[in-house]
C-alpha cells in the first residue's frame, strides 16, 4: 500500500521512527549514562535520528539526562534532531508551585519552559518544539505568542501541538500563519481516534506529518489481560509466515506506516533488542486485506 504523505511537500520532514524518552528512566535500576549514551548510537546506527522528549518526563529529569548525552558526544548532539513539549506541570519538587497536575500553555510559559530545555538538553535550538496539550484556560493567540516568539528568536527551529483536536489545530495554525508543523497524538491498532476524528485528514491536507505516541498501546498489544491486545497480537502471529517471520513490534509499525497521514512511529522500549528489530517495520508491506484483517482483530468486528 502506498501513496502516502509524500515527504518532498511536507512542512516538516519528521522520519519514520523517533525515540521516546518518556520511560527511559523508569525502570527499577534506571539505566548510567553510558548505557543510554549507547542506547542513543544505537538508534543513530538504526537510522532513527530523532529523540522525542518533554520537559515533565521522569519528573522533569528525562531532558537533562538526554542532555547529558548529548553534550558529552559530538555525533549525538550533531546527528539527533530533538523533539521536545511544554504546556503541562506535574507536581514535583522541581515545581513546586504546582499542587496539582494542570495545564499551562501562556506564551511566558512555554517560552520559559524551552529555554530550560535548551540548557538541559545542551542545544543551539530546539529542532521541534511543542505544546505538549491543549489549555483550555490559556486564548490561542496567546500560546501563538510564545511560539513565533521561539521561532523568530531563533529558539525553536519548528514549532508544533500534542493532543490537540483538529479545531484546536485549525485555530493555533491560523494565528502562526500555517507554521504548525506536527500533531502528536496517540496511535496504534487499539486507539483509531485520529482515523476517525479528522486529525489524519487534517494533516493530509496541510501536508503536516503526524507523530504517534503508545504505538504498542503502551505496552498492552502484549498483556494477555487486554482482549482487544491479544486478538490482535494471535492475529499478526498468524500472519507472520508471510511476511518472512517479521518481528510483532516490527509487523505493528508497518500497520501505523501504512496509513496515508504515514504518522512517525514514536518508540517507547527501553530495549536495544527490540529497537533494532522494531525499525524492521519500515521494509514491511502489509498488503491491504492484511491491515485490515488487524483493524478487525483490534475492533472485535469486520468493517461495516
Ligand atoms: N505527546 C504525548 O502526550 C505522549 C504521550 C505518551 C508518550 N509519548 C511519546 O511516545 C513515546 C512512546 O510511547 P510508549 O512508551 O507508550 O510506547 P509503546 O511502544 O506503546 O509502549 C512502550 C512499552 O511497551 C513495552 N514493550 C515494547 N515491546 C514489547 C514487547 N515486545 N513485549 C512486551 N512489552 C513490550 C515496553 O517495554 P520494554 O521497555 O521492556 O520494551 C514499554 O514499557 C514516549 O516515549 C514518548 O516520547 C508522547
Same mark, same amino acid.
Given at each position: ?53 518533554a520537559e515533565i518526563y521522569?519528573?522533569y ?27 503541562i506541570?506535574v ?6 508551585? *504546582? ?8 506564551? %511566558?510559559?512555554?517560552? #520559559?519552559?524551552?529555554? !530550560?530545555?535548551?540548557? @538541559? =538538553? ?94 504498542? *498501546? ?8 487486554? %482482549?482487544?491486545?491479544? #486478538?490482535?497480537?494471535? !492475529?499478526?502471529?498468524? @500472519? =507472520? ?64
Open positions: 500500500m502506498s501513496a502516502n504523505n509524500s515527504n518532498s511537500s511536507l512542512r516538516y520532514d519528521i522520519s519514520d521512527f523517533a525515540y521516546g524518552t518518556w520511560r527511559i528512566l523508569d525502570e527499577e535500576t534506571p539505566p548510567a549514562q553510558d548505557e543510554l549514551t549507547q542506547r542513543f548510537h544505537r538508534c543513530l546506527d538504526s537510522g532513527i535520528d530523532t529523540i522525542d522528549t521522569g519528573s529529569r528525562v531532558e537533562e539526562a538526554v542532555g547529558a548525552s548529548l553534550k558529552s558526544d559530538d555525533r549525538l548532539r550533531s546527528g539527533f534532531k530533538v523533539v521536545t513539549k511544554a504546556g506541570d507536581t514535583s519538587d522541581e515545581k513546586n508551585h *504546582a499542587r496539582l497536575p494542570h495545564y499551562n500553555a501562556t506564551g %511566558e510559559n512555554l517560552v #520559559r519552559c524551552a529555554e !530550560k530545555s535548551l540548557r @538541559l =538538553l545542551g542545544v543551539d535550538a530546539i529542532d521541534l518544539f511543542l505544546v505538549h496539550r491543549p489549555d483550555w484556560l490559556t486564548h490561542p493567540e496567546e500560546t501563538a505568542r510564545g511560539l513565533s516568539q521561539l521561532l523568530e528568536d531563533g529558539k525553536a527551529k519548528q514549532v508544533g501541538v500534542s493532543n490537540y483536536t483538529i479545531h484546536q489545530f485549525e485555530t493555533l495554525d491560523q494565528l502562526l500563519d500555517g507554521r504548525l508543523a506536527t500533531n502528536q497524538v496517540e496511535f496504534s491498532p487499539l486507539c483509531m481516534d485520529p482515523l476517525y476524528d479528522g486529525t489524519f485528514d487534517q494533516c493530509i491536507q496541510k501536508r503536516v506529518r503526524p507523530m504517534a505516541w503508545s504505538p504498542l *498501546a503502551g505496552g498492552s498489544l502484549f498483556r494477555d489481560q487486554d %482482549e482487544a491486545g491479544k #486478538r490482535v497480537r494471535d !492475529k499478526i502471529i498468524e @500472519l =507472520l509466515p508471510k511476511y518472512d517471520d517479521a518481528p510483532i513490534d516490527a509487523m505493528v509499525y508497518a500497520w501505523i506506516l501504512a496509513v496515508p497521514a504515514n504518522p512517525t512511529v514514536i518508540l517507547g522500549t527501553n530495549k536495544l533488542e527490540r529497537i533494532e528489530s522494531g525499525i524492521k517495520g519500515r521494509s514491511i508491506a502489509l498488503e491491504r486485506q492484511d491491515w485490515y484483517a488487524i483493524w478487525e482483530a483490534a475492533k472485535g468486528y469486520s468493517v461495516p
